[in-house]
């Protein structure tokens, strides 16, 4: 769904109370993962199971911004993603699904915003009957420019989010900054952030980790 029309805002309770035993983000942003990304360990090896390997791959392939990805390689990866995704969305929001607006954080630039997310995003918003808001936020500024100019990254169309209740998606989250930064953004355009889902979550050094059991 892509209308312009604004959903009924009688629907942000139930739709907070769908994700009220989530994880929280400073600032109260309810957040969930798909799967863990596990780092570098202390000395710049690994030590994962087959499956957390799995893993690391599919979110490097998720990300089509290397020349090592192609695109075989990224539409299987694309795929897993959202066979994992849709299975928590279904679970979490149940009939009220469709109320969502589904927006994806843009990249660092707007070619890999394109790569990355156009088609991922029309897929899950055509599974769910979701509205995609893909189309309404551009990257305005290159992330790599942006020292260059005091333009802000991103155009929002405000008009269109207007009284939305949005999904953020992200491929990946650290501290929560990006989320936490283009909630505020998002907010500031008129729409209503229910929850931000990542495919992964960074998970810190392993090895040290399990140095520290021992």
């Known amino acids: 769904m892509d209308e312009t029309t604004h959903p009924d805002t009688t629907q942000q309770q139930p739709l907070d109370a769908c994700v009220a035993s989530w994880p929280r983000l400073e600032g109260d942003i309810a957040y969930n993962h798909l799967v ?6 202390t000395y710049g090896a690994y030590n994962l199971s087959a499956e957390e390997w799995d893993n690391r791959e599919m979110i490097y392939n998720f990300k089509n911004n290397s020349e090592l990805t192609d695109p075989i390689s990224h539409q299987q990866a694309m795929e897993k993603a959202i066979g994992l995704l849709l299975p928590m969305l279904k679970t979490t929001f149940g009939e009220l699904l469709s109320q969502l607006t589904l927006v994806c954080i843009p990249a ?3 070619e890999k915003t394109v790569a990355r997310f156009e088609e991922f995003a029309r897929l899950v918003t055509g599974d769910t009957s979701m509205d995609n808001g893909f189309t309404h936020v551009q990257v305005a500024v290159d992330a790599e420019s942006k020292h260059l100019t005091d333009q802000p990254l991103y155009t929002i169309d405000k008009e269109w989010f207007k009284d939305r209740d949005v ?5 990946i989250m650290a501290t929560g900054g990006s989320i936490k930064s283009f909630a505020k953004q998002m907010t500031a355009a008129g729409a209503h952030v229910v929850a931000a889902v990542v495919l992964g979550k960074t998970i810190g050094d392993k090895f040290a980790r399990e140095k520290q059991d021992i």
């Open 36 to 41: 863990d990304y596990h780092t570098y360990n």
């Open 167 to 171: 999904l953020l998606f992200d491929d």
């Open 108 to 110: 660092s630039t707007a």
